[in-house]
């Protein structure tokens, strides 16, 4: 752990600590903003399964409010056009969601912790498993949950700080984001915060 502790904590000196910090201004500002932008960022992380970040980033910023608005198979086609994968499985699970658009923050917010969002997130949307709730959850300012994707595992498995699951499952995804935690505790950073420098470190690049 010591080898990536330095190497964030020489980054956290560079530029790019103006990046990030930039970047955590952004996701703290969603939670002031009103349920249907809180519903489009859950479709961008229902999106991200699968796929990579800037494609979904591109297809969310085309699509936009046709999230919320557009009927099932219009925004099938919609997704097709911008190459989306599994767009039509995807336009189902966002069509099935907006039963919460409404009020997706109401219930978010009404819960206590956010270990209670992300197990609500996973019982209730389709499409949302651990790590796309995660990713959700730091995109509308909750900075307490690790996304623990394979550029993350990649980086921790590099580091011999776990060894490469077969399955994610849940009880193995939380024995990985306990190790985040301490790593992030040794930083002084928060989990939102530490997710993107280590993302920086394995990828080049500050994304969403």
């Known amino acids: 752990m010591a080898n990536l502790i330095s190497q964030i904590n020489k980054l956290k000196k560079s530029s790019i600590k103006k990046t990030i910090d930039s970047r955590i201004k952004d996701f703290r500002a969603i939670q002031n903003k009103p349920s249907s932008v809180w519903f489009t960022e859950l479709c961008f992380c229902i999106l991200t399964a699968n796929s990579t970040a800037e494609r979904c980033i591109d297809v969310h ?7 919320v608005s557009l009927p099932e198979s219009r ?3 919609v997704l097709k056009q911008h190459s989306c994968r599994f767009h039509t499985k995807r336009a189902g699970y966002i069509a099935e969601a907006r039963k919460y658009k409404d009020r997706l923050k109401s219930i978010l917010q009404g819960l206590k912790t ?5 197990e609500w997130l996973e019982k209730n949307i389709k499409g949302i498993g651990y790590k796309e709730a995660s ?39 939380l024995e990985i984001e306990q190790v ?16 993107l420098y280590l993302w920086y470190l394995e990828t080049g690049k500050v994304l969403k």
Do not use: C, W
């Open 114 to 118: 956010s270990r209670e969002r992300r």
């Open 180 to 195: 985040l935690k301490d790593m992030a505790q040794k930083l002084k950073l928060n989990l939102a915060e530490l997710d």
């Open 75 to 77: 925004l099938q086609k």
């Open 135 to 173: 990713h959700f959850l730091r995109n509308i300012g909750y900075e307490d949950v690790a996304i623990i994707d394979f550029h993350i595992i990649d980086i921790l498995e590099q580091n011999r700080l776990i060894k490469k699951p077969k399955i994610l499952n849940k009880e193995r995804y």
């Open 61 to 67: 910023t085309k699509v936009g409010k046709g999230f």
